[in-house]
């Protein structure tokens, strides 16, 4: 088994441990080496007693059904999350934000239409790296911002400042594939106003927002994006979610869209071609 998870290529190994529903926080960093992760989410499923489950979403996620027969392909599309929580901030649960937007989107009608993708820790050149390698349809960054950027980690993780003109600056040069920005982080409305010029749809936040919203949140809006509702209407079912937690509105994100774009129209998990 072992050498079937080495034998996947990143994305394949990184789909396989979201369907297998492994911990973030079980695993080693994703900058770790494809095979010590692999030796954790062979000690994982080990432990549920779960190998048969796992060889069969392997297979699956190489379209092959047990008579060896290849399943009918789909549109599939990324979603990139980064964390950053860097040195000298105040903590955040960002493993628990991942969590639940995986076993959301695991739970929904079409996951099989999305690669949920993690980056710990990330630095301001790993946004560029992999909207390159990747090409994501949704980037979901998590952590601290201001009104002057956001803030991904340094050398030593302390803080390092990314100003929206360098985050427009990046998505011009090498985020074409990118529909949706969400960024949960507080007061991140300057950001999304320079990322619009570039991405049709990009959630923010006007003030601070509690910890415990921005889940729910995520867990609404992912869940409409996994059940094949437009950008629209699982933003409003992201509201609805914050709501049922009896929070304020001017807590909740906002969604601003691109001039000419009807965000009712966006539907990242629609029929493939």
Known sequence: MLTRLLGLLPAQFEEVIFRAGVPPEYLPASSA?????????????????????????IDGVLGVEVTGSRRPSVDRHTILFLAANPV?????????QARAIQVELERSGYRDRF??????????LDLLRELRRLRPAL?????????AGLYFQGPG????????AALARTFQAAGDSVRVIVLDACYSRAQADALLAHVDCVIGTDGSIRGDAARHFA????????????????????RAAISL??????????LRVRRGVDAKQIVLAAESS
């Open 157 to 164: 993780g302390v803080a390092r400042l990314v100003s929206a």
């Open 245 to 254: 937690e009896g929070l304020y509105d001017d807590a909740t994100p906002q």
């Open 115 to 124: 690669d949920f993708v993690t980056r710990w820790a990330a630095e301001p």
């Open 88 to 96: 000298g901030t105040s903590p955040l649960a960002l493993d628990q």
């Open 33 to 57: 080496a494809q095979a010590t992760r692999a030796i954790e989410v062979l000690r994982y499923v080990q432990q549920r007693q779960e190998i048969d489950q796992l060889a069969q979403i």
């Open 219 to 238: 867990i609404g809006f992912y869940g409409g994006l996994g059940e094949r509702e437009s950008v629209a209407r699982a933003y409003q079912q992201g």
């Open 139 to 147: 980037v979901h960054f998590s952590g601290h911002s201001g009104q």
